[in-house]
């Protein structure tokens, strides 16, 4: 690679840095998860963050909500604005195209002010959903969350120069419901794609998620 001039992809220094915004009047909620990302089934554990996206037309946000259980996005939006809408609008992707039920689901989160707004508390206890969030400036307590964003960055973001946000729209769409979700292995998961981990699991749903990662690296 390096007598042809080519170098492998990497994670850019200088996008790091603190974006969370905790209002100190808000009451977290409890850590319920204490970083053990493992989940018995799907919908049981989803975890979410937010991050900044840049195109000609400036930056923007995206919001994502990840299936523990899977490593599957199943909900995403995008917004000029860091807001209590623009999370909401990722869970509510989540929960419209997911078969939730209610007292099953674990909804980890940092302390933002967009998580620990009285609308996401609310909508979540709508929903039958128990919050949960770490301790703050740790990203190890959303690692999985974290994880992705580096790998979005690293094989998109980095790599496509976008004039508008259209252009970066339809580029984040392509990638996570047309890559990602659908044909991107996961080590983790024996080398299936998280669409094609969960068709797995739905096939052979007393498996565990070990013998079900061993199926899949045959």
Known sequence: MA???????????????????RD????PAPDLVNRQFTASAPNRLW?????????????FWLATV?????????G??????????????????GVWSRDVRAGEWIHPSDQGSTYTAFRFGARLADHGIAASMGSVGDSFDNALMEYFFSTLKTELVYRTSWRSREEAENGLFAYID?????????RELGYLSPDEYETAWHDQPDLTHTTLAATGAR
């Open 24 to 27: 100190s009047r808000a009451t």
């Open 47 to 59: 975890v979410a963050d937010a991050t900044r996206i840049p195109c000609g037309e400036g930056v």
């Open 76 to 93: 995403w939006k995008t917004s000029d604005r860091c807001s209590t809408d623009l999370v909401l609008g990722a869970l509510e992707y």
């Open 3 to 21: 007598v042809q001039g080519w170098r492998g992809a990497y994670l850019r220094r200088g996008w790091r840095g603190g974006s969370t915004r």
């Open 178 to 186: 047309g890559w990602y979700n659908t044909r991107r292995i996961q």
């Open 66 to 74: 990840r299936d523990v259980f899977s490593r599957r996005i199943v």
